[in-house]
Each structure stands twice: as C-alpha cells, then as structure tokens.
C-alpha cells in the first residue's frame, strides 16, 4: 500500500517562530488532509488540499501532487498550536492512510 | 448534532469480554468511517459505510471485529472476545457523499482491556 512519511516526528519552537512539516507520500493520491490532534485526542481539519494552496490565518498547506509531498506552514506560533500534525491521503482506490504525526511543542 | 459523537468516551473490560462502541455522525452524511489509533501512531483504517452498506472492511483485523449501520445514521463497532491488544482509541469520522470527500471525526472512544 501506499506510504506516508512525515518529517520530522518531533519540533520544538519558541512562541512567535515560524515552521514547516513536510509529509511525503509513495504513489498518486486523490485527496490530502492536515489535521491537528489537540492534547484531549480530537483530530481538528486544517485543510482539505488533494492540490494547490490554502491559507487559514497563521496556516497556510501546499500541495504538489505531482511531486507526492505536501507542506504545511504554521507563522507566529503560539503555544495553543501544540500538539500532534497529521496528514492523511486518500487514493484512487479509496484508501485512507495516516503518516505517524508530527509533534509539536511550542515553548512561551 | 454539530459534529461527530462517540459514545463512550472511555470503556474498561476483562480480557475475553463483548464491547458495542457507538458512533453518531455528522447529519446528512452518508459516508461513515471507523479508524484506530495506537499510542504514538497515526489513525489506522478499519471500515467505510456508504448508507448501510460495508463498501470496504478491509482493514478489520480479524473476526472478532464486526460493524453495522442498519438505518445509514449511527453505526456500532462490535468486538468479541476482546484481547489486550485491542485497547486503543476507537475513532469514528463522517463525510457527506463518497470517501474522498472531506472526513471529519469524533472525539473517540478509549478502549482498555484488562
């Protein structure tokens, strides 16, 4: 099956600074999400993004299909960003695979 | 509802015992989805409902895991004879018309098998 990697597992940020998680996947998809998964366990939808570019405030996502890797920005973090980042991608097949999650802890 | 429910939110049983967990989704939503999550890792696939129907049980481990949405609302992941390596969150998601569509979730269930 396919496989979705994302890098890197862990980031720690001082409050203000600005990140990137990458999540790299092995064969073409139709659909990609981001999710923030809060310290309570829900799973929160960032963006909805099989292609292009979206911006949500201090998050924005980019996705080269082509090129099987996706980003997702965060500026000016604040400490309410921590927690766990998930992409996720849905093939033609329909199948829905997780990577293992970035996590991210942002320091006052 | 606004969004997704689950119900428990928290269960504890003895090894060897039946569990129902329930999922209420998002209404209008004809797609409904059952994933699992293992501490450390990312949700893992187990069933996709379209209205009533399993289209796709491939990533039920075995079977003494079963699910069914008898009215195409709420659906029930069963476990018998539950194991310890059963216990993990249980996560329930809908989405409105095929599964490729934005998948929103539920707050989970915690499953722990003593």
């Known amino acids: 099956g396919i496989q979705v990697e994302q890098s890197p597992p862990d980031l720690i940020l001082q409050e203000g600074a600005n990140s990137t998680l990458r999540c790299n996947f092995s064969?073409?998809?139709?659909?990609l999400q981001w999710f923030h998964q809060n310290p309570w366990g829900q799973l929160i939808n960032l963006f909805y993004i099989p292609s292009g570019t979206k911006q949500n405030g201090r998050l924005s996502a980019t996705t080269v299909a082509t090129e099987r890797y996706s980003l997702l920005y965060i500026s000016s973090s604040q400490t309410t960003d921590s927690g766990v980042y998930f992409c996720a991608v849905f093939t033609n097949a329909g199948k829905s695979t997780f990577g293992d999650g970035t996590t991210l802890t942002v320091k006052p | 509802g606004a969004g997704v429910s689950q119900t428990p939110s928290n269960k504890v049983t003895e090894k060897g015992k039946y569990v129902e967990l329930r999922c209420d989704p998002i209404?209008?939503?004809?797609?409904l989805y059952w994933y699992r999550q293992s501490l450390g890792q990312g949700p893992e696939f187990l069933i996709y409902?379209?209205?009533?129907?399993?289209?796709?049980d491939s990533g039920l481990p075995n079977d003494r895991f079963f699910a069914v949405r008898p009215e195409g609302s709420v659906s029930t992941l069963k476990i018998q004879r539950t194991e310890r390596g059963d216990s993990a969150v249980y996560l329930c998601?809908?989405?409105?018309?095929?599964?490729?569509?934005?998948?929103?979730f539920g707050p989970g269930t915690r499953l722990t098998v003593l």
């Open positions: 409902f379209q209205g009533t129907g399993a289209a796709d």
């Open positions: 998601a809908s989405s409105f018309g095929g599964r490729n569509n934005e998948q929103f």
């Open positions: 209404s209008g939503h004809t797609a």
């Open positions: 064969d073409s998809v139709n659909n």
